[in-house]
């Protein structure tokens, strides 16, 4: 499975960025799919994610009601729509793909650089 990440640039705070993670290969048997990000010094964390059979996303308590993950299964497409965007949102977004293989497997994107400005 290989990622790509898209949609990162620099915004004022308060603005919107749209980021896409485009998937190929073989995503059979998907378990969850999400966004992470990364500043710095600091551990990856958790953004948002959603399971492969759906159900509802989970968020990071700081981004509920600001982002929004999806997905387009017919275009192996994922989005997370941020608005209301915070300084404190820069950072490195990846995107992350859990499938089945013999027990689950994680592929990473190589990241897309978010920067908002006060």
């Known amino acids: 499975v290989q990622l790509v990440e898209s949609g990162g640039g620099s915004v004022q705070a308060g603005g919107s960025l749209r980021l896409s993670c485009a998937a190929t290969g073989d995503t059979f048997s998907l378990v969850a799919m999400g966004w992470y990000r990364q500043t710095p010094g600091k551990l990856r964390e958790l953004v948002a994610e959603?399971?492969?059979?759906?159900?509802?996303?989970n968020y990071e308590d700081s981004v509920k009601g600001r982002f929004t993950i999806s997905r387009d299964n017919a275009k192996n497409m994922m989005y997370l729509h941020m608005s209301s965007l915070k300084p404190e949102g820069t950072a490195v977004y990846y995107c992350?793909?859990?499938?089945?293989?013999?027990?689950?497997?994680?592929?990473w994107g190589q990241g897309t650089k978010v920067t908002v400005s006060s």
């Open positions: 959603i399971s492969g059979g759906g159900g509802s996303p």
């Open positions: 992350k793909v859990t499938v089945w293989r013999v027990g689950p497997y994680d592929y």
